[in-house]
């Protein structure tokens, strides 16, 4: 990895730690309003243009980029070639896939219910079979990052995380958590744990305001941290922080996004976390509030994000870091350690080379019998 990262300009590591995302449902011929929004985000017109000229190292897809599995395999097949011609790295490809009510991608793929579901069956021999199944899906159609599980500890559930989380019970939570971390990482895909340091406990909404966790530290850790430390246990690549205060942890208020007595303390050294640590959308107005989006950039990484997740303003966040990092050596050598961590992590998943297309992929695993069987028996037991 070190030969990797020495062949790189700062230019392409910078790009490295950014996810973004793009817009339509085709990678080359995108409809007008896609290619509006692309050329105003990056100032090209097509998804292609924007990994092929920018160098970003990974795209989030959302429902506006979804038709169907062969359109979704087809989209991931155009970016990893425009990711080979142009920086010659694959691309970390994600989504929102968490069951019930997060879903980006539906029918005719296996979509199951909700985190709730599962934890009020508390077999976690299924949710892991569950997890495997969405993961192979997922993987045929190129995606090969799953924003999955929520290991949240659901305080109450009118919350606003709500049946996202899998209940109430840190042990419950904490058990399910593993067995879906172990059932994706069997399918081929990069689960991502979320909301360190655990949006259970809020009531507010973090994409319109900063929640802040009322709890002291004893409480936190007793009741929000075992599913993390149980995702570290069970091998979890990568860990999503969210945008909350924890003022028992870190006096400043600042959301854990920019907490490095979070990151870097709690996460890295308390529960031995060395994977990837991505942010939670940067757009949100749960970090925007801290500050500009250049200064919001450059905070995240420098308290210990390895990638950068959809910033408001790319140019503006992609420049701030650049130039912090020409005339600071501390944030330079922190975003080497975070570009180091998204090479391994590509090369674990395969795809540290652009991988190639399989058409035949998607026939053959999404929305089989044999993963339908497996959610008919989902469904069948929590009937019952």
Known sequence: MAAVLAGMTLEQKVAQVFMVEVHGTSATVPAASARRAN????????????????????????GHNVEGPEQVAAMSAALQQAAAAGPGVGLLISTDQEGGRVNRIGQPATVFPSARVFGEIGDPALTERAARVSAIELR?????????????????????????????????VAEQTAAAVQGYLAGGVAPTVKHFPGHGGTAADSHVTLPVLDADAATWAAIALPPFASAVEAGVPVVMVG????????????????????????????????GVVITDSLSMEGVRSAAGDGAVAVRALAAGADVLLMPFDFTAAYQAVLGEAQQDPALA??????????????????????????????????????HRAVLDEVLVVAAG
């Open 333 to 370: 050598a922190r975003l080497d350690e975070a570009v180091t961590r998204v090479l391994l992590l590509k090369r674990g998943l395969g795809v540290l080379d652009p991988p190639p297309y399989d058409p035949a992929a998607v026939a053959e695993n999404v929305g089989v019998p044999d």
């Open 39 to 62: 050329l105003g985000a990056f100032g090209v017109e097509t998804a292609s243009e924007v990994v092929a000229s920018h160098g970003v190292g990974g795209v989030i897809y959302f």
């Open 243 to 274: 945008h909350l205060a924890l003022p028992a942890v870190d006096r400043s208020g600042l959301p854990a996004t920019l907490s490095a007595p979070l990151v870097a303390e709690q996460l890295r050294s308390r529960l031995d976390f060395d």
């Open 140 to 172: 045929a159609m190129g995606v090969n990052q799953v924003l999955a599980p929520v290991a949240d500890v659901a305080a109450f559930r009118a919350g606003v995380i709500g049946d996202r989380a899998y209940g109430s019970d840190p042990s419950l």
